[in-house]
């Protein structure tokens, strides 16, 4: 069945257009709150994290009338990362959470993600349900006036997350010598960020921390990780550290300012978690994206590579199917199972900088873990409702790019789930993949006008 809201990660739009208005977060809290009262008798809570869109306050207030209309109390974090809201769902013993982002998408857009009592985001089954509520007569979701939910902020949200970080780190652990630079991409994690890794002793040069309600992702972040390179060459810091506007991804540059990707921090990561046993089932689970190289190194270290379909939230789901606890996306979702139940780019980077300290090594030669397959990604973007994909003559050259590719390399098109994009990549020899991919491309600028 398709979805009418949810995407591959939560409801996310264009502020007050289509599905992204203040009509549709009253709707979805009243009917995820009825979805998760599950006993009778007894208080409903819902904690609500958000990033720092200017959106985002009308969009906590619709939530907030539909939650407790339907009777659940509200705690509200204030800007928190996505992760945080994710550990604070289990930690607070809520019935569910919210985080309000459009992740890394720029201020004009926002999203809802849910979150269950476990902290995990919710199955496609959930959504479908919660959707098929917000479309009945929502007035069977209303209490009776004593039983309408109270709300209340919660002022110790970004403490307590920072402490689960912190402890993240084997106990004895300081990062007393090293030079950080951290782009905040002037999002969720603005203040955790720094003063973690400031708390933990490092000397800390944050970029882009100062968030207006308009300026998250823009051209900084994870997406925009230039600035990041600039700055830590001109500080002569020993890395650099971009998060993305709801801090659940993150790219790394090492002191020379060569970035590194989520597939190369999953290959570290994977590498020194085999070694010393950490590794459940010597498994690492990672999306349709991830470079080919890394599946090749992966094999040489015997360590079995588990594929899904795009989105961290089906990487999470394989890792609870599978029980491996390492796992993530090439964009800089790393999930770590044994903390987090979500990506969370400040606790990937805190494992790299204990392996850091550990080897004695500087970033270049401790990041550099595999030499990555020439990889071509190009973004189509077209308007909503259009079908590019559907066009005869684009099925045409993705047939005949496969035809081209077939035994020597990879290809893979399909439609952002965040996004109106159609994302074209191409693995191979380096000039058949770039005929290839700008075959397909242009084949898709042209459906758009057909």
């Not at 010598?177 to 933990?200: Q, S, T």
Request: net charge neutral.
């Amino acid at each position: 069945m398709i979805k009418r809201y949810f995407g591959t990660d939560g409801v996310r739009g264009t502020t007050n257009q289509s599905v992204m208005t203040a009509e549709t977060a009253l709707r979805l809290g009243m009917a995820a709150a009825h979805y998760f009262k599950r006993e009778n008798g007894r208080r409903h809570t819902v904690v609500i994290g958000k990033d720092t869109r200017l959106s985002g306050y009308m969009i906590e207030s619709a939530l907030v009338a539909g939650f407790t209309s339907a009777g659940m109390d509200v705690y509200q974090f204030g800007p928190v990362p996505t992760p945080a809201t994710a550990m604070l769902t289990r930690s607070l013993r809520a019935d569910m959470g919210v985080m309000i982002t459009a992740s890394h998408n720029r201020y004009e857009d926002n999203g809802i993600k849910l979150f269950g009592p476990d902290g995990y985001k919710l199955d496609d089954a959930a959504e479908l349900e919660i959707e098929r509520m917000m479309d009945a007569d929502t007035a069977d979701h209303l209490v009776a006036p004593r039983h309408i939910g109270r709300a209340k902020r919660i002022d110790d949200a970004e403490a307590r997350y920072m402490e689960i970080a912190k402890a993240t780190l084997p106990r004895s652990m300081r990062l007393a010598g090293l030079r950080i630079v951290v782009d905040c991409a002037n999002g969720a994690a603005y203040k955790v960020a720094p003063k973690v890794l400031w708390e933990l002793g490092a000397d800390v040069i944050p970029l882009h921390n100062n968030p207006n309600g308009f300026n998250i992702n823009e051209d900084c972040g994870a997406t925009a990780p230039q600035d990041l390179a600039e700055n830590v060459k001109r500080y002569r810091a020993d890395l650099g550290i971009a998060l993305d506007g709801d801090a659940d991804r993150v790219v790394l540059c090492d002191e020379k300012g060569k970035l590194v990707d989520g597939d190369q921090i999953i290959g570290l990561l994977a590498t020194a978690w085999k070694a010393s046993g950490k590794l459940n089932g010597d498994t690492v689970v990672t999306t349709q994206m991830s470079n080919l190289g890394l599946e090749q190194y992966l094999e040489k270290q015997k360590i079995k590579l588990q594929r899904t379909q795009v989105g961290d939230r089906y990487v999470v789901e394989a890792m609870r199917a599978s029980g491996a606890n390492l796992g993530g996306e090439q964009s800089g979702h790393v999930v770590l199972s044994d903390f987090a139940t979500t990506g969370d780019g400040l606790i990937a980077a805190l494992q790299v900088l204990s392996l850091l300290i550990e080897s004695g090594k500087p970033a270049s030669q401790l990041l550099k873990v595999f030499s990555p397959a020439p990889q071509i990604l190009k973004n189509v973007r077209y308007t909503n409702g259009a079908l590019p994909l559907e066009n005869a003559k684009v099925k045409d050259a993705i047939a005949e790019g496969e035809t081209r590719l077939n035994g020597k390399g990879r290809l893979l098109v399909r439609k952002s789930g965040t996004e109106p994009l159609i994302r074209v990549m191409a693995e191979g020899e380096r000039k058949v993949i770039e005929a290839v991919v700008s075959d397909i491309c242009s084949a898709l600028e042209n459906a758009k006008g057909a």
